[in-house]
């Protein structure tokens, strides 16, 4: 009697365990989900500029400035959306932004569409929305997206002087989201770059 008891009970807690779930997901925010980046050195990668592909750039880069990598692409609405205040930001607060480019349509195999187009349709578009980046990485096959755990775009990594990601952003960055949580870091990290130099500077003396 109680094996078959249990043997009833077990749809019963099946069911009730897939509807605990289902109900976490309902009211559960994506954007607060832990990154598996944050701490951790940009991983490596090599890549050519987007607008001068003979210039390549690798993780180094991003050693000696507070950056924001911006991953972006033309087929992103929200990119539009967010890209006149992100300009606002490196016009009026000096912001290091970078971007970190992929396109959508773009086969690297098989040229569903060439670079040059790539190119004409960023240009068109930073010339209508406003351009924040100091120069754009062209992640021709996603690899580096995929390296730090990207879904989408828009999505912003913060990441210090020393080249580590001290915040993964998912969704754009408007005037709250700058006030409220990447601005009072991204300004930590910029003070603690200049009096890490300045220590530098006293012990030249």
Not at 4 to 11: D, N, V
Not at 75 to 92: D, G, K, N, S, Y
Request: proline content about 5%.
């Amino acid at each position: 009697m109680n094996k078959k008891l249990g043997l009833l009970l077990i749809p019963l807690v099946l069911f009730f365990l897939l509807v605990f779930f289902l109900f976490q997901g309902l009211f559960s925010d994506p954007r607060q989900l832990d990154s598996q980046a944050d701490g951790k050195p940009v991983p490596g990668f090599s890549l050519p500029d987007l607008m001068d592909p003979a210039t390549t750039y690798d993780q180094d880069v991003f050693k000696g400035e507070v950056t924001i990598l911006n991953v972006w692409g033309v087929w992103c609405v929200t990119c539009a959306v967010e890209m006149p205040f992100l300009t606002q930001l490196r016009q009026q607060q000096d912001v290091h932004f970078v971007g970190l480019y992929f396109d959508q349509d773009l086969d690297p195999d098989f040229g569903t569409k060439t670079l040059s187009r790539v190119q004409d349709e960023v240009t068109d578009m930073l010339s209508r929305y406003g351009n924040p980046y100091q120069f754009n990485i062209f992640d021709v096959y996603r690899d580096t997206s995929l390296d730090l755990g990207v879904t989408g775009a828009p999505e912003h990594f913060l990441i210090d002087s020393q080249g580590v990601i001290r915040m993964h952003h998912i969704g754009d960055i408007n005037e709250r989201v700058w006030k409220t949580k990447v601005g009072p870091l991204y300004q930590q990290l910029i003070a603690e770059k200049k009096a890490a130099e300045q220590g530098l500077h006293k012990g030249d003396e």
